[in-house]
């Protein structure tokens, strides 16, 4: 790393971990707000996002002036743009918290209905592995995030699960179909969010290890 570039790679980092924090807060908001039937809680999320968004901005000018005044190149240009990489992924779980924020406000003006059985274990699990990708970025832990990557295909079996338990819902009080669609499209929302943790993950090991393993587990089965 040259000199000239560290004081931008540490600007960017520190950013990224006030994104991080933003986002676990957010998302764990959206979702109080959503199991307690609390739209006023629900109505907040719009003004902390903007604030993900507004860090966000502030990653790209970072890399931005790097890139126009020190022209990186090699780890230098690899680390900057991973890590702006990832500061898009936490802009998007800011995004789906939020809109996992509207559907809550939708369920709180309707008739109560009782959750998926499989769907609070789903919330927690998109929370854990957000935060333990945070945590992979901050400890500079490629074989942590390596781990982690694995982990997505469960939490896209329980998303299907979830999904199959609110149809069954659908099927045994067909009045209650409006709330059951927003707890399907929360359901997906949370898988998504488990997808950009994984990207953060993917994008830790590139800074580490120079080893791009974007989209890596398909391709191979695809024999690419």
């Known amino acids: 790393m040259t000199r000239s570039v560290?004081?931008?790679?540490?600007?960017?980092?520190?950013?990224?971990?006030?994104?991080?924090?933003?986002?676990?807060?957010?998302l764990a908001k959206a979702l109080r707000a959503l199991f307690e039937r609390n739209a006023e809680l629900a109505l907040q999320i719009?003004?902390?996002?903007?604030?993900?968004d507004r860090l966000d901005v502030a990653v790209d000018e970072s890399v931005l002036r790097s890139l126009a005044l020190q022209a990186p190149v090699?780890?230098?240009?690899?680390?900057?743009?991973a890590a702006n990489d990832i500061a898009t992924n936490l802009e998007r779980v800011g995004d789906l918290a939020r809109n996992i924020a509207k559907s809550a406000v939708r369920l709180a003006?309707?008739?109560?209905?009782?959750?998926?059985?499989?769907?609070?274990?789903?919330?927690?699990?998109?929370?854990?592995?957000?935060?333990?990708?945070?945590?992979?970025?901050?400890?500079?832990?490629?074989?942590?995030?390596?781990?982690?990557?694995?982990?997505?295909?469960?939490?896209?079996?329980?998303?299907?699960?979830?999904?199959r338990e609110a149809l069954d819902g659908i099927r045994a009080h067909p009045e209650l179909y409006q709330q059951e669609v927003d707890l399907i499209v929360v359901a997906k929302h949370l898988e998504r969010v488990a997808d950009h943790a994984t990207n953060i993950a993917e994008s830790v090991i590139l800074i580490v290890e120079a080893?791009?393993?974007?989209?890596a587990g398909k391709l191979a089965r695809a024999g690419a």
């Open 211 to 215: 080893r791009n393993v974007k989209h």
């Open 46 to 52: 719009r003004d902390d996002d903007l604030a993900i």
């Open 109 to 163: 003006e309707r008739a109560p209905v009782p959750f998926p059985p499989h769907f609070e274990a789903l919330a927690v699990e998109s929370q854990a592995i957000l935060r333990d990708a945070l945590d992979t970025f901050l400890h500079r832990d490629a074989e942590r995030a390596r781990k982690l990557l694995a982990e997505d295909d469960r939490i896209d079996e329980d998303q299907d699960r979830v999904i």
């Open 6 to 26: 560290e004081p931008f790679l540490g600007e960017v980092n520190e950013l990224i971990l006030r994104m991080g924090g933003f986002c676990e807060a957010i």
């Open 74 to 81: 090699a780890d230098d240009l690899r680390r900057l743009l």
